[in-house]
């Protein structure tokens, strides 16, 4: 038994209680099926030894109908018992994706990046789907079978101890073979989900490429990348296969030997008069309802397996550290923000070092230095994308884990080069289900200049923009996700490249109107005239802060600063 209960099963049954309220219900359902079932050889024991052997023939007719009557009523048991069942999993399934997409918003960034997207979407669709059948209905399936199991052989011992005794001695080699495939069914599971992660993840990539592949003319290169994991996929499914098969195969033979056996023994007791021939011939008709819940017990205790390595990969992500929401204090009308001798690792590799720096409010800061040198590090510690790994962000002196999480972001906006937009309409990809007045949503859309481009699109605002904004420019999307910030009103803005696709006539449009917002604002860019906006410019080098001051300052007293700027001009 301890090599069918291992770790991961012992873990994805302590998770499935979660469910018990499904697993009462259905066991409730499951007994009225097996008291109909029981009735059928019994019927069909009086049909022979009380009816036709006893000369009733005029009884044949309507007891046949009313026997056909309770096949029909376990029938229809059957179809309310099985439909119950798959609603419960269909509705666990989305339970589980819900909990699953849930959680993953709750990650701390740097463990979010430790997920490959492709296998995050294996697991949110195909491992979320198969655990969630598991969870509702491996545990009442195993006890269900089991009760089957006990009726039936009750049923049989009450027929004919001596016939039943036959199919007794078959029991203990089902077991031996359920222990002897346990092992190989458990390895094969495990490395079919694996190969199948991958094969999604390589679809995924080739497919959101497609249009680089065919620019670089190289269709059969990752064709030829594709064929290589489906074959891997492929040789692992294979193998599972072969050993459920197999193992199908070996109970399907223990069944078929039983049948001459019962049959020999049984028609010696009927001609000694052991046992009526209507006793026989309900035995037999029943005998085979033993091996349905044996072949559905071992089949639930593979699927056991399965559900624990399957299960495994959704409490992988479950299981991650998620961000800290211990903060209750609200963003400050009036504040100051310091940066306290803050430093950041990722993977044991030095990002940020000793970062000492003060942002007053509506201050207009930039963030110069090379790619690489750690500028969108230190605007995502200000919004707990990441956490400081020594030292510690002040806001009016308080650790900004004392502030609430969501007030904390909601107060400061950051707008990358390439935010996300979704396939919604330009509206909608501003609002986000945001409560807004169409005054204020006209007001972001001038100060974003959208207007400028607005009244060639098909439906205006109502248009459909597609997928990651396919259907727009690069500058067009990026103020689309500038208008999403400003619609929130955020206390410090923080624009990272955040207008690098948006030509400068317009750039320069938008920045004036960010001026009579009267904002705190933080920009990294490779932009000359978009860094000259700022009070005071950063420079960043290597993780560490070499130089500040404002952009003449710099110029002249640091040599660095000037050929970063030469650099950007030649370019």
Request: proline share 2%.
């Given at each position: ?10 873990k994805?049954l ?14 409730i ?21 009380n ?70 979407l ?6 979320a789907?198969?655990?969630?059948t598991?969870?509702v209905?491996?545990?009442p ?12 052989l ?14 007794c ?13 346990n ?5 094969t599971?495990?490395?079919?989900r ?87 011939m309900?035995?037999y008709?029943?005998?085979a ?5 044996l ?14 390595e ?53 201050s ?58 979704f396939?919604m ?47 727009l ?83 002249e ?15």
């Amino acid at each position: 038994m301890g090599r069918v209960l291992t770790p991961e099963v012992k873990k994805f049954l302590s998770y499935s209680t979660k469910y018990k309220k499904f697993y009462i219900i259905i066991l409730i359902l499951t007994i009225p099926v097996l008291a109909v079932n029981a009735l059928r050889p019994i019927f069909l024991r009086y049909l022979i030894d009380n009816i036709i052997l006893a000369g009733k023939y005029r009884l044949i007719a309507a007891f046949i109908l009313l026997y056909a009557l309770l096949i029909v009523v376990e029938r229809i048991m059957v179809i309310v018992y099985n439909y119950y069942l798959l609603k419960r999993a269909n509705i666990a399934t989305n339970i589980e994706r819900m909990t699953l997409y849930k959680k993953l918003q709750k990650l701390s960034n740097v463990n979010f990046l430790n997920i490959n997207t492709g296998d995050l979407l294996a697991r949110l669709l195909s491992d979320a789907s198969e655990s969630a059948t598991y969870f509702v209905i491996t545990i009442p399936a195993i006890i269900g079978n089991f009760l089957h199991l006990i009726v039936v052989l009750s049923l049989l011992l009450y027929f004919s101890w001596q016939l039943s005794l036959i199919l007794c001695l078959i029991i203990p080699f089902y077991y031996l073979l359920l222990v002897i495939f346990n092992k190989y069914l458990k390895e094969t599971a495990e490395k079919e989900r694996l190969a199948n992660a991958k094969v999604t993840e390589s679809l995924r990539e080739k497919v959101e490429g497609i249009i680089t592949i065919k620019s670089l003319v190289k269709q059969d290169f990752f064709e030829k990348l594709l064929s290589k994991d489906l074959q891997a996929w492929l040789k692992e499914k294979n193998s599972y296969d072969f050993f459920t098969t197999t193992l199908d195969s070996s109970l399907t033979f223990l069944s078929s030997i039983a049948t001459p056996l019962v049959l020999g023994l049984g028609g010696y007791l009927v001609i000694k008069e052991n046992i009526t021939l209507g006793t026989l011939m309900g035995f037999y008709s029943f005998m085979a309802w033993i091996y349905e819940p044996l072949q559905n017990i071992n089949q639930q205790f593979v699927n056991l397996q399965r559900a624990g390595e399957v299960s495994k990969r959704l409490f992988e992500i479950y299981d991650l550290s998620q961000e800290k929401e211990e903060g209750k204090e609200s963003f400050p009308e009036d504040y100051i923000i310091k940066y306290k001798n803050v430093s950041f690792s990722y993977r044991d590799e030095v990002i940020l070092k000793n970062i000492n720096l003060e942002i007053p409010q509506k201050s207009w800061i930039a963030i110069v230095g090379t790619s690489g040198s750690g500028k969108s590090t230190v605007v995502r510690l200000l919004t707990r994308l990441y956490e400081p790994t020594e030292g510690e962000v002040l806001i009016n002196g308080k650790n900004i884990k004392e502030y609430a999480l969501e007030d904390l972001r909601r107060n400061i906006a950051i707008v990358t080069q390439s935010d996300y937009l979704f396939n919604m309409t330009l509206k909608e990809n501003i609002t986000l289900g945001e409560e807004c007045t169409e005054e204020e949503f006209q007001e972001v859309i001038k100060i974003t200049r959208i207007d400028k481009f607005l009244s060639v699109l098909e439906k205006g605002s109502d248009t459909l923009i597609g997928e990651r904004g396919v259907k727009l420019s690069d500058g067009q999307k990026q103020r689309i996700a500038l208008a999403r910030a400003l619609l929130r009103k955020p206390k410090v803005l923080i624009l990272d490249e955040a207008t690098s696709g948006v030509d400068s006539e317009t750039e320069e449009e938008i920045f004036k109107e960010l001026e009579k917002l009267n904002m705190t604002l933080v920009i990294i860019s490779h932009r000359l005239s978009t860094i000259r906006k700022a009070d005071r410019i950063l420079l960043l080098d290597k993780g560490e802060i070499i130089a500040e001051g404002k952009h003449e300052e710099l110029i002249e007293n640091s040599s660095r600063y000037k050929d970063i700027i030469l650099s950007q001009l030649s370019a």
